[in-house]
């Protein structure tokens, strides 16, 4: 079955503007999280949502960062006045949700953001 | 907070087994995570430990021993393909999973 997507592939943005990160799950996966991954460093949480509500959002760096999940299926990250340090990939992941045993996360193929 | 330790980098050669270390720091958790990541892809899930141990799926096997704060991945038979990065990840879930990622370990498999 299909995999978890995300679109685009790559960002290039001129800093001070606004950018927005999608991500579809897999069908039926109620959990959907959020992380930035940064060359060389292992994927930083950023926010995880459990159907439409957004359950834990301590990852979120500062307010310009924001993400939205309205029918508790596809994502949208969206940063504001972009900075040349949120150039990262971005990665969603989602699970089955409830706490599945095995914790396994499915992650998408991430968004390269690069802020000029 | 939270903090785990793994080596940087480690090289093997083909058909050899290795041993991924992680160590970790933490008021409390659920288990303890290993994904595999290529160079440009997405991370992939290997293991899971929740209780002190050894898991076993394949040629990868990871253990878990919280009175040491301690884990590791076991490569056995390596393969080419087996070239990639290696991240522990500590699980804070308390009802959903919430990973916390180390820095992650450059495994180089060489003929």
């Known amino acids: 079955g299909a995999g978890v997507s995300q679109t685009p592939s790559n960002k290039v943005t001129e800093k001070g503007k606004y950018v927005e990160l999608r991500c579809d799950p897999i069908s039926g996966h109620t959990a959907l999280y959020w992380y930035r991954q940064s060359l060389g460093q292992g994927p930083e949480f950023l926010i995880y949502?459990?159907?439409?509500?957004?359950?834990?959002d301590s990852g979120l760096p500062n307010d310009r960062f924001f993400a939205v999940r309205p029918e508790g299926s596809v994502s949208t990250l969206k940063i504001q006045r972009t900075e040349r340090g949120d150039s990262a990939v971005y990665l969603c992941?989602?699970?089955?949700?409830?706490?599945?045993?095995?914790?396994?996360?499915?992650f998408g193929p991430g968004t390269r953001l690069t802020v000029l | 907070g939270q903090s785990l330790e793994q080596p940087s980098e480690v090289t093997a050669v083909e058909g050899a087994i290795v041993q991924i270390n992680c160590t970790y720091q933490?008021?409390?958790?659920?288990?303890l995570s290993w994904y595999q990541q290529h160079d440009g892809g997405a991370p992939t899930f290997l293991s899971y430990n929740g209780l002190d141990g050894l898991e076993e799926t394949g040629r990868f096997s990871s253990f878990l021993s919280r009175s040491d704060s301690y884990g590791y991945l076991l490569l056995q038979e390596l393969q080419m393909k087996d070239s990639a990065s290696y991240f522990c990840a500590l699980d804070l879930s308390g009802g959903y999973n919430k990973l916390i990622f180390g820095a992650g370990t450059r495994l180089a498999v060489h003929p």
């Open positions: 949502f459990q159907g439409t509500g957004a359950a834990d």
């Open positions: 933490t008021s409390g958790f659920y288990g």
């Open positions: 992941a989602s699970s089955l949700g409830g706490g599945a045993s095995n914790n396994e996360q499915f």
